[in-house]
Structure formats: structure tokens, C-alpha cells
């Protein structure tokens, strides 16, 4: 399975703990340039968030792109635990799809690296990037890295 963990878009100031920050102009333009690689190159994504706003706006700009329904997962908050997700994510596996994880800082990283190195070190992650994971079920150090995916939209 190909899973894609990515960190929400640029979002408003404010608190990291702040539930309800929405995303700007330029987070937006992030979430819809990232939905358009999507899908370039998956016919089809399952696509799972966190419920905090920033993250949840981001998933459903990216939804719309690849034609995707959005869930929501209260695991993947910024204080979540890699162990956790990966029980969370199990009854979503399937062997030949994609899903799409939207969450925040530091969880992003940190669910990352204990995938790929089965230790879950944070790891900086800028807005709407994120790591491509090939794997067969959610668990530390099953995965290997083939890309790493970034909306960058230089030189806003």
C-alpha cells in the first residue's frame, strides 16, 4: 500500500494547540496544488484527517481534486502517538490503494520516522509536505521511502 503522511497547509497565526485556525490564501493554493500531484499520481485516495480545521480544510481541498471522500481521526491531533495511529489506520489498510494522512506537527514527523526507522524522533515537516511510504501494514520500520512530496509554491 502506498500511504501518504502529510502536514496540513499554512494556517493562520495563532496557537499550535488551536483547534480552530483556519487556512490562508496561501494554504489554500498549497492544499490545491498538492491535491493536483494527488492526482497525477493515484487513480484513487482514501483520505483521513485530523478534525482540527486546519488539517480537515486541507484534506477536503485535496478530496475534491482526487475525488475522494474525507474521514476524521481524533488520533491524528499534534499530541498524538505513531503506536496509536498505526492501530487507527489498520481497519483502513488495503493491499493495492493509497491513503492519504492529514495531520500536524509534531505527530507528522514522528509518525514518519517510526515507520520508516521504528523510532519516533520528531522530524521538521513545512506546510502540505510530506512523505510517500510504501508498506505492507502500519507498523515501526515497515516502510520504505520512495518520495518525498512538498507543495512548495516559491518564490510566494
Known amino acids: 500500500m502506498q500511504l501518504i503522511v502529510l502536514r496540513h497547509a499554512e494556517a493562520e497565526p495563532g496557537g499550535d494547540q488551536d483547534a480552530n485556525r483556519a487556512l490562508t490564501r496561501r494554504g489554500v493554493l498549497q492544499a490545491e496544488s498538492m491535491g493536483r500531484q494527488l492526482a497525477q499520481s493515484f487513480d484513487h485516495l ?3 484527517a485530523s478534525p482540527w480545521l ?3 480544510e486541507t484534506a477536503l481541498i485535496i478530496a475534491a481534486s482526487t475525488g475522494s471522500d474525507v474521514g476524521h481521526l481524533d488520533r491524528l491531533l499534534p499530541s498524538g502517538d505513531p503506536v496509536s495511529v498505526a492501530q487507527a489506520l489498520e481497519p483502513l489498510w488495503c493491499d ?5 494522512v492529514v495531520t500536524h506537527q509534531p505527530l507528522c514527523g514522528r509518525l514518519i520516522n517510526w515507520l520508516v526507522e521504528g523510532v519516533a524522533d520528531p522530524a521538521p515537516v513545512a506546510p502540505c509536505s510530506g512523505a510517500q511510504l510504501s508498506l505492507e501494514w502500519p507498523a515501526a520500520g515497515m516502510a520504505r521511502f520512495p518520495r518525498w512530496l512538498s507543495a512548495d509554491l516559491s518564490p510566494y
Open 96 to 100: 493495492d490503494g493509497a491513503l492519504l
Open 46 to 48: 482514501q483520505v483521513v
Open 54 to 56: 486546519r488539517a480537515a
